[in-house]
């Protein structure tokens, strides 16, 4: 198991590194565990001792995460074949969130959260012709996360329970690939992050979430597809984000 591990690691590291693809032909498919700890595994091949945050999932109540190596405040990224663009709640935390005999309540966690802005994922499958129905392959390839942008900050509001997020547009060049109202999957943005900070990071090695560490849970706006070199642009609560991807 230990030798499949670090092969998927070895390859996935790879492809993080020179935006590469694998082929998952002859992979071993691991269980959820595995997929851990090939994260594990990847995040010691490039050396990252910390990630810079952490993106999470809520399936039928169970709790998935990947962790965030790419956190910045870039605008300019290298266009790739099959990339998709999220728009999402990104949350920075002001405070740890150790665990405790005591469950942290929803208004805890909120409090913990320091800002919230704008953010754009950067989503692009590590495997040839994607990760298909093998869910740990997903989450072994950091959930295909490629690069997340911090954009303006937003109303701490925005996180009280029940608040509505206003209207989301999402644009590529002249082309409207949202225009509705904002909708987090969970209905709840702050779900995802109040289970990690009562059942612990859904990681290989556990831990806890740290001051400083940018959280998300999910997408506002679906994943469309950027289908060329070109420039995306999110619109919401008043702020706006737009990045480029070149050629």
């Not at 990339?83 to 942290?104: F, K, N, S």
């Not at 704008?118 to 495997?127: F, H």
Request: charged content about 20%; glycine content about 12%; overall charge negative.
């Amino acid at each position: 198991m230990m030798e499949d591990t670090d092969h998927l690691a070895g390859l996935l590291a790879e492809a993080i590194a020179t935006g590469g693809l694998v082929d998952k032909t002859n992979l071993v498919v691991p269980d959820v565990q595995g997929a851990y700890a090939v994260q594990a595994a990847i995040l010691d091949k490039l050396g990252v001792s910390q990630p810079q945050g952490y993106k999470f999932s809520l399936r039928d109540g169970q709790l998935f995460g990947a962790p965030l190596i790419f956190v910045e405040s870039a605008r300019e990224f290298a266009f790739a074949p099959g990339i998709r663009i999220e728009v999402e709640l990104a949350m920075t935390l002001g405070q740890d969130l150790p665990p405790r005999g005591t469950p942290y309540t929803r208004e805890e966690v909120q409090a913990a959260v320091e800002k919230v802005a704008i953010g754009i994922e950067l989503v692009r499958s590590r495997y040839i012709d994607g990760a298909g129905d093998a869910y740990p392959l997903l989450l072994s390839d950091m959930m295909s996360n490629v690069g997340y942008v911090l954009g303006p900050e937003l109303d701490r509001h925005v996180l009280d329970a029940g608040a509505d997020l206003g209207g989301l547009t999402l644009t590529n060049g002249a082309i409207a690939l949202f225009d509705g109202p904002a909708k987090h999957p969970d209905a709840d943005p702050l779900a995802a992050v109040v289970a990690c900070a009562n059942r612990g990071l859904p990681t290989f090695n556990g831990g806890l979430l740290r001051k400083g560490q940018v959280v998300t849970t999910g997408t506002l706006s679906g994943a469309p597809y950027i289908t060329a070199p070109s420039e995306v642009t999110a619109a919401l609560g008043g702020a706006s984000l737009s990045i480029t991807l070149k050629g």
